[in-house]
């Protein structure tokens, strides 16, 4: 049977309903696709926006603690720069000179163990004294195989500086006789030149700093999961890049690997200090810029690390792929569950779901890196303190609580002059925009001091060498974050090193330079007061035997032996000095009489007939003593130094064991 033909109100209801259905599709598809758009578009950039400030404080923590890195050597490089030791060889390089300033180079080689090679350059550029490590023992390189330098941009940039500046070269590999050296080996190297007192450039000393140290930290600092961190030079070349293969290009000769690469990007990095470049084939690029620059007030008003044109990028790349998208076509789950959306408007909430998903995704991934943060900055072996805009406390890591006696919570909050100049601490708070490390959160002014003072909660001050830099979001000012390392030990340390420079190393004695501003400073009070100052010259009788049959362990000890008796022969307000080998200089600063000087004689004689224990055998010494005085024989320092060394010398022609009073005959006990 045929079926009816539909009437024409059928059709017409019918065709309604289509019509009405197709509407209201259409306008259901648009505002679902109008919602899904936004929620898709704002989450990305609520998301886009946490992970720049992430990345930027990454950055500029980074910076910061790399730099504070460079400052801590230069301030051990213008410290040895300026010791006697150095002072004495700018000003006469003669071979003690010489001797006295590679031990030292050994010393700081042996304790510090960052430093692959400690050199002084004259200026010519020839190396006079270069200490390398290896295996981690400093080796002193033989004086015929050291090297020119002079045709290395280092050597003259280095004699460029004034008196208290320091250059910093570039990163890149150390080179040995105009080659690159293999394996390659990245290298920093510092430099400041040393003057004589009459103002002329000597030469240089150079520290020459393990750079893949530097490197390893860098990455430490910057590692996560989902970004990848580089380190560029002012040239546009990777120093460290997540692919190896493009570090050290530029040592080959080959064009700015990254400026090339990234041209836009890189044009960017050097518009601003810090900030972002989105770059549609890479990525998010997070940069900040570390400048080698310094001032160092330790030593003198203006001097540091000499400014130049010369500085870091510390740049984070978060790939495309991982940055969150606005697009629904760009996700293939969003995609799927748009289109599905579209056909079933209850699917909705999966798409809901599925984002709630992707925020957790996101979020579990700052998580990890908020520990990861936590857990550097609570090892980490200085204190870090972060102030808001108003110089108020924010956050505190372990060791800021430790160094300055405070709980964290307690800290949160207080200002900054309360927490390191508490009330009762021997300094008032400062008002909150006097003091430079404070004034660094509401101007963005950079403060760095190696000689600051703290003060714990129970009132106890201790040094400090503290960095106070400023804490910005995309140019914005949003506090700073204040470092500090505890500097008891380097303050010991460096008085460690003016000792050495002062005293002999075997039995601890003043040396000749410390006698000699003795005996000036002796002689100056005896003219003024008319008393007299005796100089003795003491030398061991038949010692080379001791070292031939003993050799020179038995031989130390025996000298060892001799300066304890010397020691206890003498008044406390006398000098006992050795001049090196078995020679000693006693400075007599006052007698009333020829006599007493012989009295002292007899009784180094006599405190000296006990044998002295040398390698479990008792041995027995004899000494000569020349003696000459202030002002009976001479009033010159040099002259009374060559009389009594001529009257010892006319003790031991007349047998030995005996002292001589200048110009008259030698006596014995």
């Known amino acids: 049977m045929q079926e009816p033909a539909p009437s024409p109100r059928t059709s017409a209801v019918k065709l309604e309903t289509i019509k009405l259905f197709l509407i209201g599709y259409l306008l259901a598809a648009l505002a679902f696709t109008a919602i899904v758009q936004a929620l898709t578009f704002f ?40 010791v006697p030791t150095m002072r004495a060889l700018a000003a006469d390089p003669s071979d003690l000179a010489i001797e006295r300033s590679a031990n030292l180079f050994s010393t700081i080689s042996r304790e510090k163990g960052i430093y692959h090679k400690i050199s002084y350059l004259d200026a010519s550029g020839m190396e006079v004294i270069r200490v390398d490590q290896r295996g981690g023992l400093p080796v002193e390189v033989p004086a015929d195989t050291l090297q020119n330098k002079s045709d290395q941009y280092f050597v003259s940039a280095a004699l460029r500086q004034e008196r208290g500046e320091v250059y910093v070269s570039p990163l890149d590999l150390n080179m040995e006789n105009g080659q690159v050296e293999r394996p390659y080996n990245p290298t920093i190297r510092f430099g400041t030149p040393l003057f004589t007192p009459g103002g002329e450039r000597r030469g240089i000393m150079m520290l020459n700093l393990y750079g893949q140290t530097m490197i390893d930290r860098f990455r430490q600092l910057m590692k996560d999961d989902y970004s990848q961190a580089m380190l560029l030079s002012s040239d546009g070349n990777w120093l460290a890049s997540p692919d190896p293969a493009h570090s050290w290009e530029f040592m080959l000769k080959n064009p700015a690997a990254f400026a090339r690469r990234h041209p836009a990007a890189w044009q960017a990095f050097n518009a601003a200090e810090t900030g972002h470049w989105m770059d549609k084939e890479a990525g998010l690029f997070t940069y900040g810029t570390m400048r080698l620059t310094h001032k160092d007030e330790l030593h003198a008003p203006g001097t540091g690390l ?19 998208s606005a697009s629904i076509v760009a996700d293939d789950l969003i995609r799927t569950i748009y289109i599905a959306g579209l056909a079933f408007l209850m699917l909705l909430a999966a798409y809901v779901s599925q984002t709630v998903v992707n925020q957790r995704h996101l979020r579990r991934a700052i998580e990890r890196y908020n520990r990861r943060h ?4 609570q090892y980490l072996g200085e204190g870090l303190v972060v102030l808001d805009r108003q110089a108020r406390v924010v956050e505190a890591n372990p060791e800021a609580e430790r160094l300055l006696g405070w709980r964290r919570q307690e800290m949160l909050g207080q200002s900054a002059g309360t927490i390191f100049r508490p009330p009762g601490a021997g300094a008032p708070p400062a008002p909150s925009d006097s003091h430079p490390i404070q004034a660094a959160a509401g101007t963005g002014k950079r403060y760095r001091n190696e000689d600051e003072t ?40 460096q008085e460690e090193i003016r ?47 001791v070292n031939d049959v003993y050799g020179h362990d038995g031989g130390d000890e025996l000298l ?47 405190s000296l007939q ?3 224990p040398v390698m479990g055998q008792l041995l027995a010494v004899q000494v000569s003593i ?44």
């Open 610 to 612: 006990a044998p002295l």
């Open 43 to 82: 989450q990305a950039e609520r998301e886009l926006q946490e992970l720049k400030v992430q990345e930027q404080a990454k950055v500029a923590k980074t910076a910061s603690i790399l730099g504070y890195r460079f400052d801590m050597i230069a301030s051990d490089l213008l410290t040895l720069a300026n």
């Open 306 to 324: 000499s400014k130049g044109e010369y500085f870091w990028k510390v740049v984070s790349l978060v790939p495309l792929a991982t940055i969150p």
């Open 626 to 669: 020349g003696i000459a005085l202030f002002p009976d024989h001479s009033d010159d320092i040099d002259t009374l130094m060559t009389l009594a060394d001529a009257a010892m010398y006319e003790a031991k022609q007349a047998g030995r064991n005996r002292y001589c009073l200048k110009g008259t005959a030698p006596g014995t006990l």
């Open 374 to 377: 936590q857990e550097i900055t």
């Open 454 to 493: 703290f003060y714990r909660k129970d009132g106890t001050a201790f040094p400090v060498g503290v960095t106070a830099a400023p804490l910005t979001s995309d140019d914005e000012l949003m506090g700073a974050v204040v470092s500090f390392r505890d500097m008891t030990d380097i303050k010991a340390y």
């Open 560 to 606: 060892k032996g001799v300066a304890q008796r010397l020691r206890q022969a003498v008044r406390a307000t006398d000098t006992v000095s050795r001049q090196g080998g078995d020679e000693f200089v006693i400075l007599l600063a006052k007698i009333d009489a020829a006599e007493s000087a012989g009295a002292v004689a007899r009784k180094i004689l006599e």
């Open 499 to 545: 000792r050495l420079a002062y005293h002999d190393p075997l039995t601890d004695l003043p040396n000749r330079r410390l006698l000699m501003e003795r005996l000036g400073q002796a002689l100056k009070e005896a003219g003024r007061n008319q008393y007299k100052v005796g100089l003795m010259f003491l030398d061991l009788d038949h010692f080379k035997h």
